[in-house]
């Protein structure tokens, strides 16, 4: 079965960074460059929201407007993994952020509808 492990959540000051892994396993061999992928954050109390996404073969990044300029997502097809660079984070960054995957070619999606896959998420909690 697919599984997706997040990793490389934690504490750090206002304007600190982090990166964000996000690994698959159980996917047919080689099938993992046919996967668009995206992050999504969940703040307490909070509905699921937008991070970033990235195309199939990596050709198209697109940003929530709150992150743009800050985070990179980036998309490794040989080692099944997928990053979150966060730079300049401020406090209303702390959420659960969770990775997800959707077999799909052309512009990825923002609507959390549309990931067949999900990863259980990694804590990120920025102090002021």
């Known amino acids: 079965q697919v599984q997706l492990v997040e990793s490389g959540g934690g504490l750090v000051q206002a304007g600190g960074s982090l990166r964000l892994s996000c690994a698959a396993s159980?996917?047919?061999?080689?099938?993992?460059?046919?996967?668009?992928a995206a992050w999504f954050h969940q703040a307490p109390g909070k509905e699921r929201e937008f991070v970033a996404a990235?195309?199939?073969?990596?050709?198209?990044?697109i940003y929530a407007e709150s992150v743009k300029g800050r985070f990179a997502i980036s998309k490794d097809n040989e080692k099944n993994t997928v990053r979150l660079q966060l730079n300049s984070l401020k406090p209303e960054d702390t959420a659960v952020y969770s990775c997800?995957?959707?077999?799909?070619?052309?512009?990825?999606?923002?609507?959390?509808?549309?990931?067949?896959?999900w990863g259980q998420g990694t804590q990120v909690t920025v102090s002021s």
């Open positions: 990235i195309s199939y073969l990596g050709g198209i990044t």
């Open positions: 997800a995957l959707d077999r799909r070619v052309g512009t990825p999606s923002r609507a959390p509808g549309s990931y067949d896959y």
């Open positions: 159980g996917l047919a061999f080689g099938t993992f460059g046919i996967y668009a």
